[in-house]
């Protein structure tokens, strides 16, 4: 079992419950174990960025520092929480002034000389794709996903995933492995509107809608996703209004390890479902994967 | 003995201490081929080599070229084939330069040669082999679209024509087991055995030519290449266009073969772009996306292009007006604003492209495919080893002035290697490249040349026609169509034949030893050969019946390949009936033929320059250092030009400490007689014999005789009276004068400098670019910036054409500060006199229009470069034209920017073109080169194939003088009848068809020859 | 219309950001690139023009520098290698700090309260940020269906965390805003 000090990220205690859940199941059943920092705080994600410089760097690296104690690389399963704890990271290793001022804030040293990853990052580094095959249980045959990555995993270039930062491919390979027919499609890192949910919803329904379009017409019954608030963009915001309960488009959302989950079997992967906003259940059934 | 066989003996060595009379040109791209071209013309044996399976380079990839839009294969082939005919160029292919030791003068080069596995001299090029290939490959002549086999002749025009084996993907030597071309191959051409080589050339100079490599675009993730099969890059896309491509020419796209209509063109990839660290302009691709879009359209009326681009760059000769053509009659559209990322729908694999509109909204469109505009790199493994200085980019870097001389004495550069540029400033370099190499081996100039001996011509006049005829098989080219054999026997019934008989290839070289046996055995007096095109094969055959004793005149060819099995494949029987008529004619004519004679002209050998400038200077020197006098001749009282009010050139290299170095030199060189103050009065003669009267102020006259002549009289500024305020207000002033205050002591420092450009040029009465403003006032600039660090310093441009390495300054003035602020074509700005100082309004077209008010302690102009005003009164005494803007019109834009059509006279510097001195500098040196190919000669021998006037016959019209393109017929007034120059005549048949009284005749296609062919074709025909 | 032009706008943009903003030749490949210029008033290439210029006010008091959602695509793409979002970033940090009335309140109202919960308990708690922002907001109603359904489904935890290490957080809180 591989351990990494785990930054679950605020999204998890509510709206991306069965993202954590799903997280923690899958990266057991891969030999990945995921220990939470103790008392980890919120990294200030799109706020703290865009208000304060020191708050968006001394928010993440109290987490760094904290993880650092624990002497083992992080892992996230946020994509936003991955930028901000990434890019606090760099900043700080090479700006020494800045990295003074915040230990003295903070009280802890928070030059984190480990490395933070993406669980899907973590997945690719540990697991062989050809021998995941052959654990697959409950193949995913009918499902035909995009893999929407979202803006935050790919960008700054240079600093983010290793992956080609236009069109990173990891989460289709890990999909086809699971045995689903991914769709090719380049609306990849594509911004779906981000912290601007309930702000400006207009303009993340345009985005939200303009992805949906772009999925269907790739011919695809899903969309997978690795950012919690992608998600949440996504089921919540193809319209606005007060009452509106139905979508145009019904294309369920899921986070890539409820599939992993559920391709190799895991009894407890029906048990997120029902809480998705698009009910996902219809499609799963149809292909008798539920 | 075959002079191709002499080639390989060793070199003679020269006495000590003198050079090595040859010289190597690494690269047989259009650089190469010029290069050794004019280095065999000046008198020295060429190696040229060649990392590739034929000689081309890209020029022969492309379909057309700007701004003529002509077939590039078109005018690149005949230069090709002068290559291969030339038994003093030797062309070693699939070779590579490993190391170049010695100094000028005298250099060891190590060449490797890795082998063809196929005998050159055996090889005929019919393509059998590459029928019977299992092994299918991506082409690389085609960019990798279309499939070929691994055998194969590179492409249709290869020279060598010969096939080659890529051993990499061969599965005889990947698997052992193959060799099926080696069954099919009648020639017995193939070698499995060849080994690589390594050769060790003695020559006095290297010239490098290894062009470019295209810029990869994955680099440039965003636009897809690779993942979206409908983003392809230019050079695809032009092979995509070509008629000998992939898709025969027809614009369709590679997912699903569907006609284009909506078509698209990101300029910039891989260019101008410190992300992908190629901050440089690749400075042909604005043009090219031009050309491609026209072109395409020509190919299909419903193609719809639409060019993405940030500045266009056409800054070149004619390029403006091409551009603007395009825009407003040809239906190109050109929207600015680069394409960011490009998304694709999957179901038609259309691509999603977002742009800003005029007004400034947004637009997402639909296109069917995408053209990326890929930048130009330097060439790969260069110049390791080769002891030659790159500069920052990885390009070769090269003198300050002398752009075609590298960091290592005796080794030039010419083309993309030093400098992403277009074909006419490649072969300008070449020819420079060449005149720097003849300065360095003149002292053994034609000492390493092979003269074939030829045997006495025997005279055949008054003999009965005893006519040959070889009716070729080439393989199974004709011979799979056309029944030879019946050919053959219809042949031995024709009046005249003697003797006819078929050969499976009539162009190998055992063949031409068989065919001088035949001319003698049967004493022939005429030859038909008929195989294949004249245009390749001609002067092969031609050789031959000079080297068996006859004139080579006595020859005609019928082509019954390309003319005939080639276009009847499906018809064979029709095939040989016309193939039979095809040689009826061939034989009728050789009936009618008579030996022509070759005609000799003196050369003196002496040079005129016109213009005493940058460029006229350089060309003097230039000659003067290859041994040859030369009469410079300038109006003014001093030297100089121009040139005389810039201080710093482009490169920051200090320009009138060059000028007076030029000056002084010019002084000091005894062959060079400089003659001030004198203007000229009249041309008389023809090429080699030249005779020209000049006048100074005082009215004392010289007459001078010279075989060649270079105008090198310039250009002037335009002065912008009244506009901008110029002339009403000392505030405002042009960047010559900013120069000068430069310089100067100022009382005040001024706060503000606003710079205009485009003043005179892109407008109704100047509609061309004037090529350097934009440089010259980046470089000015960047001077203010230093000089007076406080200032603000504003640029307004409609498109900042800083192309190549110039780039880097316009670079570089952003990072200092300067303010660049775009207005629309049409949108001028104003200047208002505000007494204490000048207000500028512009509309900042980045800002939707909105206005900014500049306020400008000077106000610089940055005005454009008008021709001079003496061209119209000089180019009918030179009997050259001018073109619709004033400038000289040189013989052809692309391949002969230095040449004009009358023989003898060359043009350098700002008489051709607006452009930088370095610019002007090579362009001279190729002047001095292309007029040293005529002065080494002894005499200058005349074509046989030339018109002649039957003065009995001749009524006076002049309509032939009129017509002559080489201005080779001129009227004797006092027979009163034409006469033809059989100098300058080229045998192009304009005045034959002309002449209404029947009086001009043109040897070797006269009326009675013509007529009888017409007669027996007919004949023919119903037989 | 723009009548002065001064270099202090560029240079203290420079000063935080580390970027340079004069080194942009105008390609466009940022505004083309951006999901969110349909709601700017401003695109990215004029904003970097006009903070050459010296515009202060009129960017600080932009729609743009708060619609822009930092995804980045613009930096990663800027061939003279600008980070653009980051020039945005500090311009918006800069006009929090100077207090100017934002052309779009709503947004640093939304930041305003999702910080102060963290201040508060150290993690966001959905529904605390959800209630304070509507309060603040005045915009209460909009998202009741959604709020419903999720509650329907348990995806609201009511009680939100409140983390043992609450006094550092507001530590680097009160660095931060000093």
């Known amino acids: 079992m591989r351990a990494y000090a785990y930054f679950p990220g605020c999204s998890q205690g509510s709206s991306a419950h069965e993202y954590g859940e799903s997280a923690r199941a899958a990266a057991e059943a891969l030999g990945i174990e995921l220990r939470e920092i103790p008392d980890w705080s919120c990294c200030g994600a799109s706020s703290g960025h865009m208000t304060n410089h020191l708050l968006s760097v001394a928010l993440p690296a109290r987490n760094l520092a904290i993880a650092a104690e624990m002497g083992l690389d992080v892992a996230v399963v946020c994509a936003a929480c991955y930028n901000r704890l990434r890019g606090a990271q760099k900043e700080l290793l090479e700006d020494e002034g800045l990295a003074s001022r915040v230990e003295e804030v903070l009280g802890r040293d928070p030059r984190f000389r480990g490395e933070v990853l ?18 697959v249980s409950a193949p995913l045959k009918e499902l035909r996903p995009v893999s929407y990555y979202g803006c935050l995993m790919a960008r700054p270039r240079g600093l983010m995933t290793e992956d080609n930062p236009e069109y990173p491919v990891r989460m289709d390979r890990l999909l086809e492995a699971l045995g689903a027919e991914v769709r090719p499609w380049s609306y990849k890192t594509d911004c779906c509107g981000g912290s601007l949910s309930l702000t400006r919803t207009d303009v993340v329904v345009k985005l939200v809608n303009r992805l949906f379009e772009a999925a269907e017409e790739a011919d695809a019954n899903c969309i997978v996703t690795a950012c919690p608030m992608c998600l949440a963009n996504l089921e919540m915001r193809q319209s606005e209004g007060a009452l509106s309960f139905r979508v145009p488009h019904q294309l369920p959302v899921f986070f890539f390890t409820e599939l992993i989950a559920l391709a190799l079997g895991l009894e407890e992967a029906r048990s997120w479902f029902p809480k998705h906003l698009i009910d996902p259940q219809p499609l799963l059934r149809g292909a008798g994967l539920i | 003995m075959s002079a191709k066989k002499a080639r390989k003996k060793d070199q003679q060595l020269p006495e000590s201490g003198s050079p090595v009379g040859a010289a190597l040109v690494v690269g047989g791209g259009v650089g190469g081929i010029q290069a050794s071209l004019d280095l065999v013309s000046l008198g020295y044996r060429v190696y040229l080599v060649d990392s590739g399976p034929s000689i081309g380079g890209v020029m022969g990839m492309l379909d057309k070229t700007f701004p003529t839009n002509e077939c590039s294969m078109c005018i690149l082939s005949p230069k090709m084939v002068e290559v291969a005919s030339n038994d003093n160029i030797e062309v070693i292919t699939l070779a590579d330069v490993e190391d170049i030791a010695g100094e000028v003068g005298d250099f060891t080069v190590t060449v490797r040669v890795r082998p063809r596995y196929v005998d050159v001299e055996k090889c005929t090029g019919c393509g059998d082999c590459t029928a019977k290939c299992p092994v299918k490959v991506p082409n690389p002549y085609d960019a990798g679209l279309g499939i070929t086999r691994n055998i194969r002749v590179p492409f249709p025009q290869a020279v060598p024509g010969a096939a080659f084996i890529d051993p990499t993907t061969c599965r005889y030597f990947t698997k052992g087991k193959c060799q099926n071309c080696v069954k099919v191959c009648q020639a017995k051409a193939i070698d499995f055995e060849q080994k690589e080589e390594i050769r060790k050339l003695r020559v006095g100079a290297v010239i490098m030519a290894p062009g470019f490599s295209p810029f990869d675009p994955r680099l440039k993730p965003e636009y897809g290449y690779g993942v979206f099969p409908n983003v392809i890059t230019s050079l695809e896309f032009e092979r995509i266009l070509g008629a000998n491509g992939p898709t025969s020419g027809h614009v369709i796209r590679p997912s699903d073969g569907k006609e284009v209509r909506k078509l698209a063109f990101v300029q910039c990839v891989g260019s101008r772009d410190c992300l992908v660290d190629r901050g440089y302009c690749s400075s042909v691709c604005c043009m090219y996306a031009t050309k491609q879009s026209l072109i395409a359209k020509e190919h299909l009326a419903t193609v719809e292009p639409t060019i993405f681009y940030i500045d266009l760059r056409a800054y070149g000769k004619d390029f403006e007006r091409y551009y603007q053509n395009a825009a407003s009659r040809h239906g190109v559209r050109y929207v600015r604003g680069l394409v960011s990322g ?173 065919i001088r046996q035949k001319v003698k055995e049967h004493r022939l007096n005429r030859l038909v050969v008929a195989s294949c095109t004249p245009r390749t094969h001609q002067p092969l055959f031609q050789e031959t019946l000079r080297t068996a004793g006859l004139n080579k005149y006595l020859y005609e060819m019928a082509n019954i390949r390309e003319h005939c099995s080639w276009v009847h494949m499906q018809e064979p029987d029709k095939a040989t009936r016309k193939a039979r008529y095809l040689v009826r004619m061939a034989v009728e004519k050789a009936g009618l033929l008579e030996p022509l004679q070759e005609g000799e002209s003196e050369v003196i050998p002496r040079s005129l320059v016109l213009g005493g400038g940058v460029a006229g200077m350089n060309a003097a020197l230039s000659l003067a250092r290859s041994g040859f006098p030369v009469y410079l001749v300038e109006k003014e009282e001093e030297l100089g030009g121009l040139a005389r009010n810039i201080r710093v050139s482009q490169k920051g290299e200090d320009v009138q400490a060059y000028l007076d170095q030029l000056v002084s030199e010019v002084q000091r060189e005894e062959l060079i007689s400089v003659f001030l103050g004198h203007r000229v009065v009249d041309i008389g003669g023809y090429v080699g014999k030249f005779r020209t009267l000049v006048r100074d102020r005082e009215g004392r006259e010289s007459l001078l005789e010279h075989g060649a002549i270079i105008v090198a009289t310039g250009g002037r500024q335009h002065l912008p009276e009244g506009a901008y305020l110029y002339g009403k207000d000392d505030r405002v002033i042009t960047q010559w004068d900013l120069e000068e205050r430069l310089e100067a002591e100022v009382a005040v420092a001024p706060r503000s400098v606003v710079m205009i450009q485009c003043v005179g040029s892109r407008d109704d009465r100047h509609p061309w670019c004037s090529k350097v403003c934009c440089t010259e006032a980046v470089k000015n600039a960047l001077a203010v910036k230093k000089r007076w660090p406080q200032a603000q310093v504003f640029v307004l441009y409609r498109d900042i054409r800083t192309y190549g390495f110039r780039e880097d300054l316009y670079r570089q003035a952003r990072e200092e500060g300067v303010t660049f602020i775009r ?106 080169a292309r007029a040293e190919t005529i002065l080494s000669k002894d005499r200058i021998i005349t074509e046989g194939v030339v018109a002649q006037v039957n003065e009995a016959a001749c009524s006076g019209c002049r309509i032939c003088v009129s017509l002559c393109p080489f201005e080779a017929i001129t009227f004797d007034e006092s027979k009163g009848v034409a006469q033809v120059n059989t100098s300058l005549c080229k045998g192009c048949g304009t005045c034959t068809a002309a002449c209404t009284a029947g009086a001009n005749r043109i040897q070797g296609f006269r009326f009675d020859q013509i007529v009888s062919q017409i007669v027996a074709a007919s004949k023919a025909w119903s037989d | 219309m723009i009548h002065t032009l001064t270099p202090d706008l560029e240079r203290e943009v420079e000063r935080r950001s580390g970027q340079k903003p004069r080194n942009c030749y105008q390609c466009g490949k940022c505004s083309t690139g951006c999901l969110f210029s349909f709601a700017m008033d401003v695109l990215p290439h004029q904003v970097i023009k006009l903070v050459q210029y010296g515009q202060k006010e009129r960017l600080l008091s932009s729609a743009t520098i708060w619609i822009c959602a930092s ?27 100077e207090k100017a009335t934002p052309a779009v309140r709503n947004i640093p109202l939304f930041h305003k309260c999702f910080l102060g919960n963290i201040a508060a308990t150290g993690r966001i708690s959905e529904p605390v940020l959800m209630g304070s922002y509507k309060t603040f907001s005045g915009d209460l109603f909009s998202d009741i269906g959604l709020a419903l359904n999720m509650l329907a489904k348990g995806k609201i935890k009511i009680i939100p965390p409140v983390i043992k290490g609450r006094r550092e957080v507001r530590r680097i809180f009160r660095e931060a805003l000093r």
């Not at chain 2, 006495?456 to 006049?461: C, G």
Request: charged share 25%.
């Open chain 2, 823 to 928: 207005f629309a074509d049409g949108d001028t700005p104003t200047v208002n006199d505000l007494g204490v100082k000048l207000q500028v309004a512009v509309k900042d077209a980045s800002l939707g229009g909105e206005t900014v008010y500049l306020d400008a302690d000077l106000l610089v102009l940055s005005v454009g470069v008008e021709p001079n005003l003496d061209n119209a009164e000089l180019a009918p005494m030179l009997k050259v034209p001018l073109n619709a803007d004033g400038f000289f019109l040189e013989a052809h834009m692309k391949l002969r920017p230095v040449d004009f059509s009358t023989d003898g006279v060359f043009l350098c510097g700002l008489a051709h073109a607006p452009k930088s001195i370095e610019e002007s500098v090579a362009q001279a040196v190729a002047a001095a």
């Open chain 2, 342 to 514: 490009i998304r694709e729908k999957q179901k038609t694999r259309n691509l999603l492209l977002r742009y800003l509109d005029d007004a400034g909204c947004m637009q997402e469109e639909e296109f069917d495919m995408v053209v990326l505009s890929i930048g130009l790199e330097p060439p790969r493994g260069l110049a390791d080893g080769l002891g030659l200085g790159l500069n920052e980019h990885g390009f070769v870097e090269s003198d300050k002035f002398r752009i075609f001389q590298t960091t290592r004495e005796g080794v030039m550069v010419c083309g993309a290697a030093q400098e992403p540029r277009d074909i006419p400033d490649t072969v300008t370099m070449a020819s420079a490249a060449a005149a720097r190499a003849s300065q360095i081996m003149h002292a053994a100039r034609g000492t390493l040349l092979t003269r074939t001996e030829y045997p006495p011509e025997r005279d055949v006049r008054g003999e009965e026609p005893r006519v040959g005829v070889i009716v070729c098989r080439c393989g199974s080219n004709i011979g799979g169509f056309v029944d030879v054999p019946q050919v053959v026997e219809y042949a031995r019934t024709l009046p005249g034949v003697v003797w006819a008989e078929e050969r499976i290839y009539a162009c190998s070289q055992d063949a031409q030893e068989w």
């Open chain 3, 71 to 97: 995804c980045e695509t613009c930096t990663v793409r800027c061939p003279n290698q600008i980070e653009v979002a980051r020039v945005i970033d500090t311009l918006r940090q800069m006009a929090l700090e």
């Open chain 1, 118 to 135: 993406h669980l899907l990052d973590i997945i690719f580094r540990h697991v062989d794709l050809e021998e995941l095959k052959e654990r």
